[in-house]
């Protein structure tokens, strides 16, 4: 599997060119940072390479990519629902019983660290839980391309600690990874990276 950027530029209309002739090529087990300030184009380029936007120069070729998971920068569920429902609907949407789907759900729930919060409701989750529970849903699903935009935005210091601690497992997963944020430490967490705002 391979995400090749062929020379992506992108402007909204005539406005302001975002970014100019990005070339990159991630491989699975590869994660890549996204960076810059705000405004200079971080999510437009995740949504591109998601295929929601078309560039405006260049194209993205996804090589084997089965499928793309948004990680979104704030969390949603279903506040009556537990933790573990959120993981283990993925998986009866894939096919698995209930019986066989538990057992995997609550094995990626301690990978995320969230066995201790398993069974409480999704509204009683902290907003690391929160955003770690988003990440473990992604990781249930079989997309092999996760767009992970702005994990740490809401969280305060703590909670964003627990997040970046999770985040560099995920690309252990086989999928390529690529993370939107301004924080140096998420950054830091992936092997790869494309600064966004600087003059070419
Ligand atoms: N559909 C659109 N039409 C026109 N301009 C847009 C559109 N979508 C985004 N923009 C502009 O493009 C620029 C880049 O937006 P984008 O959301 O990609 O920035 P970002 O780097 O993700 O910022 P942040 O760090 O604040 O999330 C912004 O100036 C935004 O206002
Ligand atoms: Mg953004």
């Known amino acids: 599997m391979r995400l090749i950027l062929d ?4 402007r909204f209309g005539e406005g302001a060119w975002l970014f100019t002739r990005l070339a990159v090529e ?7 940072a996204v960076t810059g300030p705000s405004g200079s184009g971080k999510s437009t380029l995740l949504s591109i390479l998601a295929g929601w936007q078309a560039p405006t120069t260049g ?3 996804r090589e084997d990519v089965t499928g793309v998971s948004w990680v979104a920068q704030n969390p949603f569920g279903v506040p009556g629902r537990t933790t573990l429902d959120h993981v283990v609907l993925p998986l009866l949407a894939r096919g698995l019983t209930r019986k066989d789907a538990e057992p995997r759900a609550r094995d990626t729930l301690g990978r995320f660290r969230l066995l201790p919060v398993a069974d409480l409701p999704f509204g009683h989750l902290s907003g690391g839980e929160a955003q770690r529970l988003m990440l473990a849903r992604a990781v249930l ?5 996760l767009l992970v935009d702005e994990p740490t935005a809401q969280l305060d210091p703590h909670s964003a600690a627990t997040v970046i601690e999770t985040l560099s497992q995920l690309a252990d997963t086989g999928r390529i990874v690529v993370i939107a944020t301004h924080d140096p430490r998420v950054a830091a967490t992936c092997a790869r990276s494309i600064t966004l705002g600087v003059p070419a």
Do not use: I, Y
């Open 59 to 61: 194209q993205v070729r």
């Open 7 to 10: 020379g992506l530029g992108h």
């Open 141 to 145: 699903t079989t997309a092999t391309l």
């Open 26 to 32: 991630l491989q699975c087990g590869e994660s890549c």
